[in-house]
């Protein structure tokens, strides 16, 4: 059993900056691909950023964030960073981390090709 937790959550200002963690526990194994999504009230769950290592290390962001969001990981630890910067209002959401089994690929984008999922961390953004 693998299980991911989220940290790092909280309340911000605008134009304020948030550090998310996600740590595995449990079965051990190099994850693939770990990602953070966000869920925005009301809305439905949406990719923010992922970050592979097959192949190298390759980050990717929704367009949503880029230029704003960092992530950064460690495969054999099952870690991984999101580093938020210029928060917006618009970025209040719950934020999930998922990971991958070493054998799943595909669209790092897609929900559905991670295998493991965090209980999320809620990120608001004051105006």
């Known amino acids: 059993q693998v299980r991911l937790v989220e940290s790092g959550g909280g309340l911000v200002q605008t134009g304020g900056s948030l550090r998310l963690s996600c740590r595995s526990s449990g079965r051990t194994f190099s994850s693939s691909a770990m990602g953070w999504f966000r869920q925005r009230p009301g809305k439905e769950r949406e990719f923010a950023a992922a970050?592979?290592?097959?192949?190298?290390?390759?980050?990717y962001y929704a367009d949503s964030v880029k230029g704003r969001f960092t992530i950064a990981g460690d495969s054999a630890k099952n870690t991984v960073y999101l580093q938020m910067s210029s928060l917006k209002p618009e970025d209040t959401a719950v934020y999930f981390c998922a990971a991958r089994r070493p054998s799943s690929s595909g669209n790092y984008k897609r929900e559905d090709r991670y295998d493991y999922w965090g209980q999320g961390t809620q990120v608001t953004v004051s105006s």
């Open positions: 970050i592979s290592w097959s192949g190298g290390e390759t980050a």
